[in-house]
Nanobody, 126 residues
Framework: QVQLVESGGGLVQAGDSLRLSCAAS????????MGWFRQAPGKEREFVGAISWSIGTTAYADSVKGRFTISRNNAENTVYLQMNNLKPEDTAVYYC???????????????????WGQGTQVTVSS
């Protein structure tokens, strides 16, 4: 059973930075992609970015390109989402997800991911 535990959320001001972590356990992840999604009140869950465990392929939503960076520590089975220059519209619950999509592949839709963390709140004040 895959378990994902997010941490690092909080309340910050516009322009600040935060780093979210996602600790994964329960299996080997070489053929998995790790995704970050977010959901604001009244809105659908949206793709933020993703990384493949095997070769580090990344993908980002246009709204976060140049501001957010995903990285991984294979030895510790942990994925990070570094968020810089945060904006009020980044306010949401952020979820980490894992999906067996194939070596070097990332998915950009929730349907590609079978396992989800509990979410961590990020609030950006103006």
């Amino acid at each position: 059973q895959v378990q994902l535990v997010e941490s690092g959320g909080g309340l910050v001001q516009a322009g600040d930075s935060l780093r979210l972590s996602c600790a994964a356990s329960g299996r080997t992840f070489s053929a998995y992609a790790m995704g970050w999604f977010r959901q604001a009140p009244g809105k659908e869950r949206e793709f933020v970015g993703a990384i493949s465990w095997s070769i580090g392929t990344t993908a980002y939503a246009d709204s976060v390109k140049g501001r957010f960076t995903i990285s991984r520590n294979n030895a510790e089975n942990t994925v990070y989402l570094q968020m810089n220059n945060l904006k009020p519209e980044d306010t949401a619950v952020y979820y980490c997800a894992a999906g067996n999509v194939g070596v070097g592949v990332v998915g950009t839709t929730p349907a590609a991911y079978a396992y989800w963390g509990q979410g961590t709140q990020v609030t950006v004040s103006s």
